[in-house]
C-alpha cells in the first residue's frame, strides 16, 4: 500500500446514446449493491485530537491528526490517520459552533482548502465559526492512494491524442484493465475503504473529537456528495449544510453509466457556448477569425501531429489542450476572454495554461479521483456494454468527448474503463437512501451552465432530501458561492442564521466576458490540484 505521511511527503511503496442508455436502464436497472455488513459490536474510539501550529506559514490554522477505523465492520481493529486543521473563531462566547469545508474532487486536500480559502470567506463566518478541514481517507496526509505511479501516467497522458485513431476504445478498455489491477496490487490495503460510506462516518468521529452536537458544513462538487451521505447517515447531526454544485446521488452511485453521459454532454455544451460567443464576438475571444469551431477541430489535429514540447521537456498535444479546457471551462463567462487568447497562443505554438501536460501533483489527485469513484459507485454489465456507451457518449459529444472518453484513467468523465473492470471490493460505498429524514434544512446550489456538475443533478437533489431548498445561478462555471454577491449574500446568512432564501429563487449577477480579466479569474490556469473557494470580485 502506497501511503503520504503525515508531514505531507511523497512516499512510494445525445440521439444515439440516450437509446443505449435507455436499453442500458432497461435491462440493467440500478447496480447492484455490496451486502451489508453485520452490525458492529462496539462502536469507534473517539479519536483524540493534540492541537499544534501546522508547518508552513503562519496563518492562525492548528493541525492535529484523528485516528479513524481503517475498516467500519472492524470498528475498533486497525486505524487510518486523517490530517485535521482548525482555525478558532476569534470570540468564544459568541461562537456559534464549527463550520467544515469540503472541498472537490474527490482528490484535492481538505486541509489546504480550509487554510487556502479562510481569507474568502465573509466576516460573519470567521467571526461566528471554527473552521475546520481534514483530508479524507486515502488524499495527501491522510493515507495517498497510489495506483500508477508517475512514469506510468506520463506515459500514457504523452502518448493520447485530442482526436484519437482507430483503436482508441479498445487501448482506453485496457487501460483501464490496467489501472485497477494495479490499484488491487499496489494499494489493495486501503482502496476498498475509500468509499464515502467510510469519509462520512470519519467526518462524524470528528464531530465527536471536536465536542459539537452538530456541524454546519460546506462542500463544493465532490464534497456535495460527501455531505449528502453524511446527511443521509446522521441526519440529526446537521446544524446547517450548502451543497454546492450538487450531485444526483442516485444516478451518480447506481446509474453510473446514465450519470457520465449527462457530464459529457454538459462539458461539451459548456465549451461550445464559449466556441459560440468566440464566433459573435471574435475581437473580443481573439480565436478562430469568426469560425473557432473549425479552428479548434484544426488545432486539436495540429497538436497531435506535431505536439508543443513545454519548458519541462513534455508534449502538449490535441489532448493535452482537451484535458486542460475541461477543467479551466469551469471558471465561468469572465474567464472567456483568457481562454480564447490562450487557444490562440497555442495555435501560434506558444505555451500557455492550456498546453501544460498533467503533472506528478496531477498524478496523485487523480489516482484518488479514480479509486473513491470506483468505491463508490457500480457500473454494471461486461465488456461489450462498457465499449458500446463509452463509444457513444464520445460520439454525442464531439469537441471533447473523443479525447477524454478514450483517453487514459484520469477524471470523471472516463472513469467506466477502470470502475467497470474494478477487482476491489466495495465495503465503504454508502447504501440505503439519500433522504436525510428528520435533518435540519440543507441549501443546495446549481448553476445552469455547469459543465462539471449539470445544473438538473441540484434539482435532483434537492427533491430527493426530505428537507433541501434549491437556490439556482444563472450562470456559466462550476458551483457557485463566492462567484455571486447574490448567492453569496443568501448561503452566508443561512449558514450565520439559519435562514432559508425564498422558494425558487435564482441569482443571475455571473461577472460577463467582458469584464477585465483580473476579476473573477482566479481559476484560470490553476489545474485540477488545488481547490479554493475564490475572493469574491
Known sequence: MQIRSADGTRKRAAGGISLVLAVVTGLLGAAPGAAAPAPPSAGPPVPVLSWAPCDG???????????VPLDYRDPTGRTLPLAVTRRAAPDRERRTGVLVLHPGG???SGVDFARNSYRALPAPLRDGFDVIGYDMRGVGRSGQVECWNDQEYSAAVDAARGVPGPGALRTAVRQGLDFATACVQRAGGLVPFVGTGSNAKDLDLLRRALDEETLSFYGRSFGSYVGTVYAAQFPRRVRAMVLDGAYDPHRYADQPYAYDAVQFAALDAAVGRFLDWCARSPAACGFGDGQPR??????KRALDADPVITPN????????LAYRLMFNINAGRAVWPALGQALR???ERQYSFLLSPPSPASFDFLNVNLAVECADRVYPGGPLLLGAVVGAEAAAAPLLGPAIGFGPPTYDHNHAPACAQW?????????????????????VLG?????????????????TLENGRLLTFDAEGHTAYNRSSCVSALVTDYLATLAL???GTVCADEAPPAAPLGRGTAGTGVDETRDVIPVLG
Open 501 to 503: 432564501p425564498a422558494r
Open 313 to 320: 521537456g513534455r508534449p502538449a498535444s490535441g489532448y493535452t
Open 423 to 443: 477487482q476491489a471490493e466495495r465495503p465503504s460505498r454508502h447504501e440505503g437512501s439519500y433522504r436525510a429524514a428528520g435533518s435540519a434544512p440543507i441549501l
Open 447 to 463: 448553476t445552469t451552465g455547469d459543465p462539471d456538475t449539470p445544473y438538473r443533478d441540484a434539482v435532483a437533489l434537492a427533491g
Open 345 to 347: 497562443a497555442a495555435e
Open 57 to 67: 506559514p503562519a496563518d492562525g490554522f492548528e493541525c492535529a491528526t484523528a485516528l
Open 106 to 108: 474527490p482528490g484535492n
Open 294 to 299: 473549425q479552428a479548434f477541430e484544426r488545432l
